[in-house]
């Protein structure tokens, strides 16, 4: 990693778990709710005390419902140190979870080129009209690698949380990065046979926040 969470500020650390390029604007940055500021890319949230993050440009909780709502319903009594998950970084931002987003040279940005007369999509930027570069977490102006939703893992391959009732279904590329969370705990509410409720809950030096599960994978697929 260009960077790791352990220098970061809570105000980095929170850029890390926000959606900059989310289609739902209210993901793309943290937001304010009551002395906390959390970020969230709709499969995890954080949330930092208001009191450690100095951001003027923070902006009112955008949802129907306060996700604060959330954390007061889970059960944190399950949180159990995690260790160091290793899993393949991300081939398109090495690992920093951002990338620079700069105007293609070879298409002038339009994704495609004339040639003889006929239109081609641009090879060298996948048709996107920008060439991506690896870029840092912390860096003003880059953006979040969409390849790897900024986890820094490739996406693929779940890890199964045991709990005493049933397994909870995780994207590893997601615990991968939790794992790399300075005094990170992570824990699973035990529940009644396929609750849709459960969720993984997780505390690190600064925070904590909350992982939603995945759909369990066919036999084939695990």
Known sequence: MNSTPNTMTPGQLLELFASPNDLRRQLRKPWREGDHVFAANG???????????????????????????????????????????????????????????????????????????????????????????????????DAQCDCCRGTGFELNGLVMHITPFRGAWFQKAYLARLSRLPGIEFGVKPTRPYDPEVVGTFRFDGGDGLLMPCRAPHESEA
């Open 43 to 141: 499969h995890w949230v954080v949330r930092v005390p208001l009191a450690e993050v100095d951001r003027p440009d923070l902006i009112p909780d955008p949802t129907g419902m306060p996700v604060g709502a959330r954390f007061a319903l889970a059960d944190w009594s399950q949180l159990k140190p995690m260790g160091l998950l290793e899993h393949a970084i991300c081939d398109t931002c090495d690992g920093a979870g951002r990338v620079f987003q700069k105007t293609c040279e070879s298409c002038k940005g339009q994704g495609e080129f004339t040639h003889f007369g006929q239109q081609y999509e641009c090879q060298l930027c996948d048709a996107s009209g920008y060439a991506q570069h690896i870029g840092t977490a912390a860096h003003p102006t």
